[in-house]
């Protein structure tokens, strides 16, 4: 059984900016637990997005913690104005960080929950020496760069492996989220693997009705929990 509480994390990325501060109330309303800012710099990912100015201007529309995922390159150097700009936890990638310890022990002194991302094909066993440095673990299920791409499935065995490892070394106070391809199947997918944080952008901001799609995520994830 899913015995983990599980956290929804909608996805700015997929957000009508057009109606920005409505989305985001009608999302926190239904439930929300934070909302994910996807940060790309036009190098590590080939997409560009947003910057701190506009994780500032997130802080006016919602009281939800700012979850704050950086797909850059040189990492180290934004994780001050993040922080200065109101991000909660701040989420770098392994395969963008020279020095990934001393990025996540940084991310921690500056007073933000630290978070290591896992591209595809990046294994799950570079984490053994980092376990006392992070908060939560993001399992990227599709390639990072663009919204509204398919899951991966081979990622569940990896999710499945990193839930063996926390458990393993008395860690299971870190999350485990995914990001990418979430919806009503692939969240429940996911949940029975391991993950106990969905990050869901088009299934959530893609609906006439986004805080509905939000209450229909989260009683799917439950019904899975109730009926394994």
């Known amino acids: 059984?899913?015995?983990?509480?599980?956290?929804?994390?909608?996805?700015?990325?997929?957000?009508?900016?057009?109606?920005?501060?409505q989305q985001i109330q009608q999302v926190e309303d239904a439930g929300a637990d934070c909302m994910h800012v996807d940060i790309m710099d036009g190098h590590f990912v080939p997409n560009l997005s947003m910057g701190p100015a506009m994780v500032k201007a997130l802080q006016?529309?919602?009281?939800?913690?700012?979850?704050v995922h950086l797909m850059v390159r040189e990492p180290d150097r934004w994780i001050d104005p993040f922080q200065q700009a109101g991000a909660h936890s701040i989420t770098v990638h392994m395969e963008a960080c020279t020095h990934i310890q001393r990025t996540l022990s940084y991310i921690g002194q500056v007073g933000c929950k630290a978070g290591v991302a896992l591209n595809p094909a990046t294994?799950?066993?570079?984490?053994?020496y980092l376990l006392a440095d992070?908060?939560?673990?993001?399992v990227m299920t599709v390639n990072p760069g663009f919204g509204g791409q398919s899951f991966l499935t081979n990622q569940l065995k990896k999710i499945e492996r990193l839930r063996a490892l926390l458990d393993h070394n008395q860690a299971q106070e870190v999350t485990i989220a995914v990001d990418g391809g979430i919806n009503?199947?692939?969240a429940v997918q996911a949940a029975q693997a391991g993950a106990n944080l969905f990050v869901a952008g088009h299934a959530i901001f893609a609906s006439s009705d986004p805080g509905q799609a939000l209450k229909q995520?989260?009683?799917?994830?439950?019904?899975?929990?109730?009926?394994r």
């Open 1 to 21: 059984m899913i015995h983990r509480k599980h956290c929804i994390a909608p996805s700015v990325l997929s957000v009508d900016f057009t109606c920005l501060k």
């Open 60 to 67: 006016r529309c919602t009281q939800l913690p700012l979850d």
């Open 123 to 128: 294994s799950e066993e570079s984490l053994h």
């Open 134 to 138: 992070i908060d939560t673990v993001l």
């Open 184 to 186: 009503t199947q692939t």
């Open 217 to 227: 995520l989260r009683q799917a994830l439950e019904l899975a929990g109730h009926n």
